[in-house]
């Protein structure tokens, strides 16, 4: 069983968190991670150096397939995937050298489009608002402790969680099993040209009544006959087409016919025959096709494990986000229920000489209604909780619902310069989308190709020899002796030529893969414009988001004012001629409408960090895949297992900062 190792380097360790990772999962052998480097801890709001990716070495989790290369129009992305090692032959060539000028001159006119947008139109809106402060909010710092909902508490990070899905999620082991289950298909498409070793015998005892007297020959009533006969050799498919065989024939014969001279006999036989195509079936180009559709369906199944890991990390990071907000709004929340438990705590003690029963009552209705929005908050962060547990299958979260998860990271609120131009041109060549659009036209070509070469009729070169020895006293030994001894070999040479009728099947596939590639091209030029608009739109979500941001937190502070001035009335000037149960009303309003603003606030942080999220994807580049160098090793059980130098380079991009 081949051992399988995940490494992480480095792997992030929760921060003012002791507890060292070192766990094993089955997945195809034996998954381990290394303990986790330790690195600097960082204050409640993050650190703007911090690294914008993590990196996971991943090595033999694909099984020693070479990925593709992230860039679309790399001159040597074929030759670097290993998709025409031990191809020689022209035609290949030819095919990937015509397939891969469409998609350079096709991507380029997309790069002229977003050469055509305006490069600094997001910066000049992040200039604007680059001199507004955004201090650290009050909920921070608590936030990343224990709110006492549970015993415990576990701190956790996105860069944590997000090494936790990886190594341990059933969903990340699945998917990253599929292309060592699409690999087999290299091998069982090129085992179809090895060697094939036959043998067979046979015995046969013949005791007939006789018939006619050419028989025997004498007056024999019975034909007694005993025939043993063996054949074995070996038959193989060469690449170019061709088809040969040499096989060796033994035996002997004994009976009662005075026909059968010597009696009894040994016989042997040399044979060999070679069949060549010369037009159907001819070529390395047409006989490897079937292997190289298989590598490239392991190319795209390289794309596809790409995106479904993608969306799996974006996952991990909405619920790492939906525990922050759920954690944040369970504090203030808490906040507000304290001010109108305080609140209805003064009124209460001085009724009878300055309050009145409707403001205790007023008081009364706003700490039930506050209190259940707190018990809402906390059923938010056990369920975001409990999705965490799921998304990351990790031992250590296992009992999730006993331990008080405690994030450490908070969301970027630094404005960042964006290229829309520069994105998009980023997406261009490293989406894995317009990848996987590049094999499938690539495969179709390989498909029109093989149409095209059996539309032609067959025709193929037929050669065969052989050479024979007999000999007396049943000794096939002594007639293997002979047949090289005397006389000269027998040969024979000639043509098949077939064409059916009409070739209606032939043509109607043929014109069938044609039009399946024409889909395919358009299918590229789909996912290219997608790319396109994707990139556009993440990038103006992004910058908007951030403006909100900005907008909800001078809200916030034009509320708290708001709240502090209706408090200090109140508490200090109460006015004669206004109701005071009308103030205790704008009161606990406006202690409404600063919690309400605040939860927005986070909410708009939280947007803002799942923007940049969101537009890495976009670009293609919140998980990369690199290349290193593979070597593959061909098991004789037919099971292909990676060196211990071919790693699979997955970084992951930083969920919690851009």
């Not at 001010?339 to 209705?365: C, K, P």
């Amino acid at each position: 069983m081949p051992i399988v190792t995940v490494r992480r380097v480095p792997v992030a360790e929760p921060r003012n968190h002791g507890c060292m990772i070192q766990e094993q999962v089955q997945h195809s052998g034996r998954i381990t991670t290394e303990t986790p480097t330790p690195r600097r801890t960082r204050g409640t709001r993050g650190s703007a150096a911090r690294s914008l990716r993590r990196r996971f070495a991943i090595a033999g989790i694909l099984c020693g397939v070479s990925v593709f290369s992230l860039s679309a129009t790399s001159s040597t992305a074929l030759a670097q995937d290993g998709l025409i090692e031990s191809v020689s032959d022209s035609r290949l060539n030819a095919i990937h050298a015509n397939t891969h000028n469409h998609f350079w001159t096709s991507l380029d006119q997309y790069r002229a489009r977003a050469w055509q947008l305006p490069d600094d139109r997001l910066r000049d809106s992040a200039e604007v608002t680059l001199a507004v402060p955004l201090e650290p909010m009050w909920w921070e710092m608590p936030l990343a402790g224990s709110l006492g909902l549970a015993d415990q508490t576990q701190p956790v990070d996105i860069d944590w969680l997000i090494s936790l899905a990886i190594s341990n999620s059933p969903h990340v082991q699945a998917v990253l099993t599929e292309p060592e289950i699409r690999r087999t298909e290299i091998v069982i498409a090129d085992a179809e040209f090895d060697p094939l070793a036959f043998v067979e015998s046979k015995f046969a005892d013949t005791n007939d009544p006789v018939g006619s007297a050419l028989t025997t020959g004498d007056n024999s009533t019975r034909y007694v006959d005993e025939t043993l006969s063996g054949v074995g050799g070996i038959h193989s498919k060469m690449r170019a087409g061709g088809q040969f065989e040499l096989s060796q024939r033994a035996g002997y014969q004994a009976n009662n016919s005075t026909f059968l001279i010597p009696n009894p006999q040994g016989t042997t036989r040399l044979e060999f025959s070679f069949t060549q195509p010369l037009m159907k079936d001819r070529g390395k180009a047409f006989n490897q096709t079937r292997m190289m559709l298989a590598r490239l369906d392991v190319q795209q199944a390289s794309s596809e494990v790409r995106q479904s890991l993608e969306r799996h990390l974006v996952d991990v990071a909405d619920a790492y986000w939906s525990l922050y907000q759920a954690r944040a709004e369970w504090l203030q929340r808490n906040q507000l229920l304290s001010s109108a438990q305080q609140l209805h705590d003064v009124l209460r003690s001085r009724q009878g000489i300055d309050s009145h029963q409707r403001q205790v009552l007023r008081a009364n209705v706003a700490v039930a209604s506050r209190r259940s929005d707190l018990v809402r908050a906390e059923t938010r962060i056990r369920n975001a909780q409990s999705r965490l547990r799921m998304l990351t299958a990790s031992p250590m979260l296992m009992h999730a619902h006993l331990q008080e998860l405690a994030p450490q990271d908070h969301p970027f609120v630094l404005p960042l310069e964006l290229s829309v131009r520069q994105s998009v041109i980023t997406a261009l060549e490293q989406r894995a989308d317009i990848n996987e659009a590049i094999r499938r036209v690539q495969a179709m070509s390989l498909r029109v190709g093989a149409a095209k070469n059996q539309v032609l009729p067959r025709l193929d070169l037929i050669l065969s020899s052989y050479v024979a020895g007999l000999d007396g006293n049943r000794s096939s030994l002594q007639a293997f002796e002979n047949q090289f001894n005397g006389g000269q070999p027998s040969y024979a040479a000639g043509f098949l030529f077939e064409l059916p009728i009409a070739n209606r099947a032939s043509r109607a596939r043929l014109t069938r893969n044609r039009l399946e590639m024409t889909r395919a091209m358009y299918e590229f030029q789909q996912a290219t414009e997608v790319a396109f608009t994707e990139v556009e739109i993440a990038a103006r979500e992004t910058s908007t988001a951030y403006q909100e941001m900005l907008v909800k937190k001078q809200s916030i502070d034009v509320q708290t004012q708001e709240v502090e001035y209706l408090q200090q009335r109140w508490e200090l000037l109460p006015d004669p001629e206004e109701s005071s149960v009308v103030l205790i009303d704008d009161l606990l309003d406006a202690q409404q409408r600063l919690a309400d603003e605040e939860r927005s606030y986070v909410d708009a942080q939280v947007a803002y960090a799942m923007s940049w999220v969101q537009l890495r994807r976009a670009m293609g580049i919140l998980l990369r895949v690199d290349e290193l160098p593979t070597h593959e090793i061909d098991i004789p059980c037919g099971i292909w297992q990676p060196s211990e130098e071919s790693d699979v380079v997955i970084e992951a991009a930083e969920m919690a900062l851009p």
